[in-house]
């Protein structure tokens, strides 16, 4: 049984910093690429960030390029989203995801096998 889990959300003014993790258990964890989404109300699941198994790949979404990192250490199965200078349209549950199929991972949601719980980020204006 593959479990994600999500911590570090919160709430922070805009401009400042946050810092959400994933811990993976379950299988090896550089078995996986993987992802971070995220649902504001009302809207779709969007992509956010992506990593490869090893990490040399990472891809971001234009909204939020420059600004949010992805990283992983794959010795404490943990996946991470630094969350630098952030905006109130930031504000969203953030979802780490696992995709098992593919060494880069995806833009798109389907794409992923496993998925966290999700963790809130508020940002205020």
């Known amino acids: 049984q593959v479990q994600l889990i999500e911590s570090g959300g919160g709430l922070v003014q805009a401009g400042g910093s946050l810092s959400v993790s994933c811990a993976v258990s379950g299988r090896t964890f550089s078995s996986y690429a993987m992802g971070w989404f995220r649902q504001a109300p009302g809207k779709e699941r969007e992509f956010v960030a992506r990593i490869s198994r090893v990490g040399l790949r990472t891809n971001y979404a234009d909204s939020v390029k420059g600004r949010l990192t992805i990283s992983r250490d794959n010795a404490n199965n943990t996946v991470y989203l630094q969350m630098n200078n952030l905006k109130p349209e930031d504000t969203a549950v953030y979802y780490c995801?696992?995709?098992?199929?593919?060494?880069?991972?995806?833009?798109?949601?389907?794409?992923?096998?496993?998925w966290g719980q999700g963790t809130q980020v508020t940002v205020s204006s």
């Open positions: 995801a696992a995709d098992a199929d593919t060494v880069y991972g995806s833009t798109g949601p389907s794409a992923y096998e496993y």
